[in-house]
């Protein structure tokens, strides 16, 4: 996992999980849902759970190679705080949460045994 370097933008999908809890699911919630409404992005739903390999709370943004360079950075300036982990989306989803995968923010250590079966 890329945990000391900015995202960078070598693939065509991309998915961006905002992490949050109960103090910050106002923020993020709102973070996520200007994101989507300023660069014509897709929301997930905002899961007041962990789910998938995700350790905490989280909404997911999802966006392509041709919106990175504009989301990425300002994410990067409005996320106040939060975590936000950014990955490759290509059909291999180990792959995509390990080796191409970026923080803006503090790392999270993320359950990958859920993809136990993908090469």
């Given at each position: ?81 939060l975590t936000v982990f950014v ?33």
């Amino acid at each position: 996992m890329n945990v000391d370097k900015f995202p960078v933008n070598d693939h065509d999908k991309y998915h961006a999980h905002v992490y949050f809890e109960q103090e910050t699911v106002t923020f993020a919630t709102m973070l996520c849902e200007k994101a989507a409404h300023l660069f014509g992005l897709s929301m997930g739903r905002v899961h007041r759970r962990k789910i998938g390999p995700h350790p905490k709370w989280s909404c997911q943004i999802i966006f392509t190679s041709n919106d990175f360079n504009m989301l990425i950075p300002w994410l990067e300036n409005e996320r106040n705080g939060l975590t936000v982990f950014v990955h490759a989306v290509t059909g291999n989803n180990l792959k995509d949460h390990t080796d191409m995968a970026y923080w803006l923010g503090k790392p999270q250590d993320l359950n990958l045994s859920i993809f136990k079966n993908d090469t």
